[in-house]
Each structure stands twice: as structure tokens, then as C-alpha cells.
């Protein structure tokens, strides 16, 4: 599987972006739980959301919750992060991320895209 991540950009704090993720392979929709993860400078990298083969959500960080929303269309191989009110501490760059496995996806994926940048200005 390859990863192509896209949509990052900077926006003021309130704002809102959508990033987007393109899979490659035919067996995408049936095979993968989708993650973002983000890293800010000088912080570890965490898992933001997750989404299960069908599209639903399985994992929200804490501070992501009733913010962000993972989703995915299966018949564009394509998962999205829709990313309201968002705030300076979102700044950071955002990858995603896919493995077979729901208890590994949000922990150690096997697949990784590039990342693509977000800056949220104050």
C-alpha cells in the first residue's frame, strides 16, 4: 500500500481544513484500518483518529474529539480528516497511516505516507 497525504496549509485559529490521503492497491477497502497521526516540533508523534474498513470511526485523540472527523471513501481508496476549530496546538505535520491490524493502527502502522503540513496561526 502507498500512502499519498494532501491539504495542509496554513489557517487562522477557528478555521478549518480538510486533509486527504490517497491509497494505492486494489485490496484497500477490504484490508486496511486508516490512521492520522500528527508530530509537532519537538513532541513525539501521536495518533489523531482511526478508522475502521468501513468507514467508521474507531479512535479520536482526547483533544480532537468533537473537532475532527476521520472518514474514508472506499471507492476512491481516499481517507479524509476533517479538521474544525482549530487551534495553534494543532499546528504540526499530519501523516496517515494504514495497517491490517485495529489494535496496531493507531500504535505502530506498517504503512506510512508523507507528511503534509499544518499551521494554525493564533
Known amino acids: 500500500v502507498q500512502l499519498q497525504a494532501s491539504g495542509g496549509g496554513l489557517v487562522q485559529a477557528g478555521g478549518s481544513l480538510r486533509l486527504s490521503c490517497a491509497a494505492s492497491?486494489?485490496?484497500?477497502?477490504?484490508?486496511?484500518?486508516m490512521a492520522w497521526f500528527r508530530q509537532a516540533p519537538g513532541k513525539e508523534r501521536e495518533a489523531v483518529a482511526a478508522?475502521?474498513?468501513?468507514?467508521?470511526?474507531?479512535y479520536y485523540l482526547d483533544s480532537a474529539k468533537g473537532r475532527f472527523t476521520i472518514s474514508r471513501d472506499n471507492a476512491k481508496n481516499t481517507v479524509y480528516l476533517q479538521m474544525n476549530s482549530l487551534k495553534p496546538d494543532d499546528t504540526a505535520v499530519y501523516y496517515c497511516?494504514?495497517?491490517?491490524?485495529?489494535?496496531?493502527?493507531?500504535?505502530?502502522?506498517?504503512?506510512w505516507g508523507q507528511g503534509t503540513l499544518v499551521t494554525v496561526s493564533s
Open positions: 478508522a475502521s474498513r468501513t468507514g467508521g470511526s474507531i
Open positions: 497511516a494504514a495497517d491490517s491490524r485495529s489494535t496496531i493502527v493507531v500504535v505502530t502502522p506498517g504503512y
Open positions: 492497491g486494489r485490496t484497500f477497502r477490504r484490508s486496511f484500518y
